[in-house]
């Protein structure tokens, strides 16, 4: 199983960027999915994660300006970031809870991380 993330960059404050995670390999059901992001001396935190019945949580730092939403057909979460600070600016990780087996138990699972960096 791997989680390939794209969509970070380098954006003005004020400005928008939209994350997407896609999931692959031998996947027979993902559970939750989510958002981390680690700035420099800081720990992993949720941002935001999305159930498999598309409930959300938001950390209430981001709450009113970033969006979680999945395409279960296409195995991919997204994050639209709206109105972006300074201080959203870290290394975002995608984060899944993947079923791999009927008799397995689900792993949680990874992306490579991609940095946002936001300039003020």
């Known amino acids: 199983v791997q989680l390939v993330e794209s969509g970070g960059g380098l954006v003005q404050a004020g400005g928008s960027l939209r994350l997407s995670c896609a999931a692959s390999?031998?996947?027979?059901?993902?559970?939750?999915m989510g958002w981390y992001r680690q700035a420099p001396g800081n720990q992993r935190e949720l941002v935001a994660a999305?159930?498999?019945?598309?409930?959300?949580n938001y950390a209430d730092s981001v709450k009113g300006r970033f969006t979680i939403s999945r395409d279960n057909a296409k195995k991919t979460v997204y994050l639209q970031m709206n109105s972006l600070k300074p201080e959203d600016t870290a290394v975002y990780y995608c984060?899944?809870?993947?079923?791999?087996?009927?008799?397995?138990?689900?792993?949680?699972?990874w992306g490579q991380g991609t940095q946002v960096t936001v300039s003020s």
């Open positions: 984060n899944a809870e993947i079923a791999t087996g009927i008799l397995r138990r689900p792993d949680d699972y």
């Open positions: 390999g031998s996947i027979l059901r993902i559970n939750t």
């Open positions: 999305i159930t498999s019945t598309s409930s959300t």
